[in-house]
């Protein structure tokens, strides 16, 4: 697949707030919060690769050249039905982050805070638009995208990234993996996305999930919780 390159026309104030884990009662400055937004904005470097793979439901495989058997229950549930797998890759890239390192050694704690909260919405931002690709190409093929679920969410190891960051081709833009299995630039996302057909989405209840639903991460700032 090509690389795609997501267009962030704005970053969610709501959203970056929440991910730095401030509250409607912490005493910050609002101007700082947008200003955080706008420097995110100009900083990221969008870009999103992925690729789409046979699943094999009875191994709990991913069928690439080299193939990727899934373990743990929570992914495995979460693919449930799939006839296929796209892989995918995303990243802003490393400015924003060397941004957020330059604010931090100047003393300038909270607008670094803030701007890497918005990065971090600006990552989920540019996964969710690849999503829509994805979604849309399988359209094309006659199936349904469910949502992305990433190697850390409930009881899938983060072990896994290698593997998964070798599916998804993520060296095509630039992304690596370290020792202790985190990505570079850090504020970037692999996940596997279940390709499903079209009437057995209907019934598939992990549709109107979030991936938090599956996560034991209960403390986490970054949590969503579903709208019912």
């Known amino acids: 697949m090509p690389i795609y390159h997501p267009r962030i026309i704005s970053i969610d104030c709501a959203e ?36 789409i793979y046979p699943y094999d439901p009875e191994t709990h495989s991913i069928m690439g050249d080299n193939s990727l058997t899934l373990t743990a229950a ?22 924003l982050e060397q941004e957020v390192s330059n604010l931090f050694s100047q003393n300038k704690y909270t607008l670094g805070l803030l701007l890497d909260a918005a990065g971090t919405t600006a990552v989920e931002a540019a996964a969710d638009s690849v999503c829509t690709i994805i979604s849309q190409h399988a359209s094309r093929t006659g199936l349904t995208a469910g949502r992305r679920f990433s190697p850390g ?28 299995k985190m990505l570079v630039p850090r ?40 709208n019912n």
């Open 74 to 95: 929570s992914v495995i549930a979460h693919l449930e039905g799939a006839v296929e797998v796209a892989v995918m890759a995303v990243t802003i890239g490393l400015p």
């Open 16 to 51: 970056t707030k929440r991910y730095a884990g401030l509250n409607s009662k912490t005493d910050f400055s609002p101007s700082l919060l947008n200003e955080a937004c706008t420097q995110a904005q100009l900083l990221a470097i969008p870009k999103g690769v992925w690729q």
């Open 153 to 180: 969410y409930g009881d899938w190891p983060i072990e896994v990234q290698p593997e998964v960051l070798e599916l998804a081709s993520g060296a095509n833009i630039d992304l690596s993996v370290t020792d202790t």
């Open 187 to 226: 504020k970037s996302v692999t996940a596997v996305v279940g390709l499903y057909p079209y009437h057995q989405t209907l019934t598939l209840p992990h549709q109107q999930e979030l991936a938090c639903d599956k996560c034991e991460q209960t403390g986490c700032h970054a949590r969503k919780e579903t």
